[in-house]
Nanobody, 117 residues
Framework: QVQLVESGGGLVQAGGSLRLSCAAS????????MGWHRQAPGKQRESVAT???????NYVLSVKGRFTISRDNAKNTVYLQMNSLKPEDTAVYYC???????????WGQGTQVTVSS
């Protein structure tokens, strides 16, 4: 059974930093893309950052230059380094991974990030 466990969320002041981690277990297939989405209260979930198996990255415009996604394929773990945080970054952050072959996507349970002004 595939499980994704996120950690690193919390409360931080504007301008501060947090590093989210997402460790996957129960993996018996090659992982393709990994990434992070977020959902703020009253808003739709949005894609924040993605990283391919080969390390190619993509970011939503609002976090470019502030957030960095990375992964450790040996540990089946994806990270999100968040710097210069803003109150509008407040949301529940969800990690996911995809099978390298096939459309299946697995999600973490979410971790709360709150940025105070």
């Amino acid at each position: 059974q595939v499980q994704l466990v996120e950690s690193g969320g919390g409360l931080v002041q504007a301008g501060g930093s947090l590093r989210l981690s997402c460790a996957a277990s129960g993996i018996n297939f090659n992982i393709g893309a990994m990434g992070w989405h977020r959902q703020a209260p009253g808003k739709q979930r949005e894609s924040v950052a993605t990283i391919t198996r080969g390390g190619g990255t993509n970011y939503v415009l609002s976090v470019k230059g502030r957030f960095t996604i990375s992964r450790d394929n040996a540990k089946n773990t994806v990270y999100l380094q968040m710097n210069s945080l803003k109150p509008e970054d407040t949301a529940v952050y969800y990690c996911y991974l995809e099978r390298q072959l096939g459309p299946t996507r697995y999600w973490g349970q979410g971790t709360q990030v709150t940025v105070s002004s």
